[in-house]
């Protein structure tokens, strides 16, 4: 059982940038694929990135592609998600999420993903 702990959420104005922490329990950390969604208020969750082992390996929403970007620290099993260039529509609680699967293949769906977090809230004000 992979335990997942997010941190960073906050309150931000437009045009700000936060960073988003998530730390995985499991040593075998590696061996996931590794994603980040969000859920605003009366929204359904949906996919914002996701990063395989390797570093080029990443797949982003359209709506955050060029402002946001996915890391993972293999060693602290930690994954990121800085966030640049926020936006009111950003506002939304975000999940870190663990795909057993594989360590390569990245999905937008959530069915894919096996282990979740808490969440962490991210407010942007316009």
């Known amino acids: 059982q992979v335990q997942l702990v997010e941190s960073g959420g906050g309150l931000v104005q437009a045009g700000g940038s936060l960073r988003l922490s998530c730390a995985a329990s499991?040593?075998?950390?590696?061996?996931?694929?590794m994603g980040w969604f969000r859920q605003a208020p009366g929204k359904e969750r949906e996919f914002v990135a996701a990063?395989?082992?390797?570093?080029?390996?990443?797949y982003y929403a359209d709506s955050v592609r060029g402002r946001f970007t996915i890391s993972r620290d293999n060693v602290q099993n930690t994954v990121y998600l800085q966030m640049n260039s926020l936006k009111p529509e950003d506002t939304a609680v975000y999940y870190c999420?663990?795909?057993?699967?594989?360590?390569?293949?990245?999905?937008?769906?959530?069915?894919?993903?096996?282990?979740w977090g808490q969440g962490t809230q991210v407010t942007v004000s316009s």
């Open positions: 999420a663990a795909a057993a699967r594989s360590s390569w293949y990245l999905s937008p769906a959530r069915y894919e993903y096996d282990y």
């Open positions: 499991d040593r075998t950390f590696s061996s996931y694929a």
């Open positions: 990063r395989g082992w390797s570093v080029g390996n990443t």
